[in-house]
Each structure stands twice: as structure tokens, then as C-alpha cells.
Nanobody, 124 residues
Framework: QVQLVESGGGLVQAGDSLAVSCVASGVTFAWYAMAWFRQAPGKEREFVAGIGRSDRSTYYADSVKGRFTISRDNAKNTVYLQMNSLKLEDTAVYYC?????????????????WGQGTQVTVSS
């Protein structure tokens, strides 16, 4: 049974930093590209950041480039998202997703497995 479990969300102030993580089980983690998506109330789920199998390729949405960093530890079956200089518009539920592919897709339909999400709220 495949499980992706996110943790680390919370309430922070604008300008603060926060890290979220996602632990995978039931899959050979190193075979999967991993990504973070987010969904704000009333909006569609959007790609935030993705990382290839080997950690050598990373991709970011323009809205987070330079502020967020995605990383992975294949030995721990874990993918991380470090979020710095958080803005009000970063408020959303953050989901991790796994794609059994060599590349990093930005479309949510390409992803095979999803976590349950973790809430990140940025206040002024």
C-alpha cells in the first residue's frame, strides 16, 4: 500500500520560513520523481516544485523561484520543501506527489500518488 504523508505545515507570519516534508512508504522511492503542489481556497491545484529521481534536476513555479527549495533524501524516502520569505499568497494546502517517471512533470494528472496535504497559512 502506497502512502505519502506530509508534515510540517502551520501558521507563520509573512516573511518567515517554514519547511514541510513528505515521507513515502510502499514504493521504491528512488524510482519516482517527486513534486509539491498546492491548492488555495477557490483555486485549482498548482505545481510548486519538482525534483527528479536522482536529485540532479529541480523545477519551480515562477511564483516561488528563489524563495522555495525542494530536496530529497532517498535513504529516508523523504522529500522536503523549504519555504523562505513566505507571502500571504503562499497560503494553501500543500500536497506531495509521486510520479513513476524519469522526468519532472508540472501537470497534476501525471502523478500516480498523492499525500493528504498539510495546511500552510501565512498571516500579515
Amino acid at each position: 500500500q502506497v502512502q505519502l504523508v506530509e508534515s510540517g505545515g502551520g501558521l507563520v507570519q509573512a516573511g518567515d520560513s517554514l519547511a514541510v516534508s513528505c515521507v513515502a512508504s510502499g514504493v521504491t522511492f528512488a524510482w519516482y520523481a517527486m513534486a509539491w503542489f498546492r491548492q488555495a481556497p477557490g483555486k485549482e491545484r498548482e505545481f510548486v516544485a519538482g525534483i527528479g529521481r536522482s536529485d540532479r534536476s529541480t523545477y519551480y513555479a515562477d511564483s516561488v523561484k528563489g524563495r522555495f527549495t525542494i530536496s530529497r533524501d532517498n535513504a529516508k524516502n523523504t522529500v522536503y520543501l523549504q519555504m523562505n520569505s513566505l507571502k500571504l499568497e503562499d497560503t494553501a494546502v500543500y500536497y506531495c506527489a509521486a510520479d513513476h517517471s524519469t522526468g519532472v512533470a508540472t501537470a497534476s494528472k501525471e502523478y500516480d500518488y498523492w499525500g493528504q496535504g498539510t495546511q500552510v497559512t501565512v498571516s500579515s
